[in-house]
């Protein structure tokens, strides 16, 4: 595993699961076929705002896909299930 940065696309790493060699799931194309593989997990948030954000990588910390929260909790709670292929074990950044 590449170690995680301490910001990824300019956002302040909080939080961070990595899979490990079962991805946590894919991203799929309209037609069905594999876009991106997910092997890490990351609650981010930038300076001088309220939102935070799970950015979802491969295994180098590239985002593929992200989304926006109102707090860690709802983030957490909502993790598509297309990211549950396998348990996500949350690492405090420090």
Same mark, same amino acid.
């Given at each position: 595993?590449?170690?995680?940065?301490?910001?990824?696309?300019?956002?302040?790493?909080?939080? /961070?699961?990595?899979?490990? =060699?079962?991805?946590?799931?894919? $991203? +799929?194309?309209?037609?069905?076929? !594999?876009?991106?593989?997910?092997?890490?997990?990351?609650?981010?948030?930038?300076?001088?705002?309220?939102?935070?954000?799970?950015?979802?990588?491969?295994?180098? /910390?590239?985002?593929?896909? =992200?989304?926006?929260?109102?707090? $860690? +909790?709802?983030?957490?709670?909502? !993790?598509?299930?297309?990211?549950?292929?396998?348990?996500?074990?949350?690492?405090?950044?420090?």
């Amino acid at each position: 595993m590449k170690a995680i940065p301490n910001k990824i696309d300019g956002a302040n790493v909080l939080e /961070w699961a990595y899979s490990g =060699d079962l991805p946590f799931g894919v $991203i +799929k194309y309209e037609d069905g076929e !594999i876009a991106e593989t997910i092997f890490g997990l990351v609650i981010c948030q930038y300076d001088n705002s309220k939102t935070v954000y799970r950015f979802s990588c491969d295994k180098n /910390w590239e985002t593929k896909q =992200d989304s926006d929260y109102s707090s $860690i +909790k709802e983030l957490k709670n909502n !993790i598509p299930i297309q990211y549950q292929n396998v348990p996500i074990i949350w690492n405090i950044k420090n």
